[in-house]
């Protein structure tokens, strides 16, 4: 049968703006996160992570917070520019190796 | 800068052959993985292989499926009898450690018909 595509919400930012893309996850034993970006025609290229023993990690224009109450992270990114245009996804993992994906938040920056 | 090459880009075959996607991670890395991507679809994760075994592997990942690194630079995939289904990009990736930046490389799309 015909597969049927996502329909991922999209986040409109100015650029320059920031940017804030959120991520829910259900697995309360889920010990490591990370955020990729995903441009069209690309592999995943990672971000930044965060293990569940922080709440708060900065890279270079982005930060990634942790909320282990209610299983959220999120994923900040400053001054926003054109080349931020992608498809952000989140990953989760309770072991080393198997992680689980998230859908994916589309991001069009607008001059 | 070291990055994870994949080949063939894009591989056409018919239902029921057998396919080997290759992979060729960053030199030092000691974990590799395989994903695949449904066009329009979230990222699966496949299986996790270190130290000439496999790690984890998902739902995904039946006796259809097989890895190997059979020498010191390759990481295949092995789909035995492929499906309409299996269509998809399939991703490898590798990183140094276990819960560690991982690499992707630019995906295979297979294309089953």
């Known amino acids: 049968g015909e597969s049927v595509g996502l329909h991922l919400p999209t986040l409109s930012v100015q650029e320059g703006d920031n940017s804030i893309i959120n991520c829910a996850y259900s697995?309360?034993?889920?010990?490591?996160f990370i955020w990729y970006k995903q441009e069209s025609g690309k592999g995943p290229q990672f971000i930044i992570d965060?293990?569940?023993?922080?709440d708060k990690r900065q890279g270079q224009r982005v930060t990634v917070l942790l909320n282990k109450t209610v299983k959220h992270l999120s994923l900040q990114i400053a001054a926003t520019q054109p080349g931020d245009s992608a498809v952000y996804f989140c990953?989760?993992?309770?072991?080393?190796?198997?992680?689980?994906f998230g859908a994916g938040t589309q991001v069009v920056v607008t001059p | 800068e070291p990055e994870v090459t994949q080949t063939p880009s894009h591989q056409v075959t018919q239902m029921g052959q057998e396919v080997i996607l290759r992979c060729v991670p960053i030199?030092?890395?000691?974990?590799f993985y395989w994903y695949r991507q449904i066009l329009g679809q979230k990222v699966e994760f496949l299986v996790s292989?270190?130290?000439?075994?496999?790690?984890?592997k998902s739902e995904i990942f039946d006796d259809q499926f097989s890895v190997e690194r059979p020498d010191g630079s390759n990481f295949t995939l092995k789909i035995r009898s492929t499906k309409l289904e299996d269509s998809a990009m399939y991703f490898c990736?590798?990183?140094?450690?276990?819960?560690?930046?991982?690499?992707f490389g630019p995906g295979t799309r297979l294309t089953v018909l």
């Open positions: 990736a590798s990183s140094v450690l276990a819960l560690n930046e991982q690499f």
């Open positions: 697995n309360s034993a889920s010990d490591y």
């Open positions: 030199s030092n890395h000691l974990y």
């Open positions: 292989f270190y130290n000439n075994e496999i790690s984890e």
């Open positions: 990953a989760e993992t309770d072991s080393w190796g198997k992680f689980q």
């Open positions: 965060i293990r569940s023993n922080m």
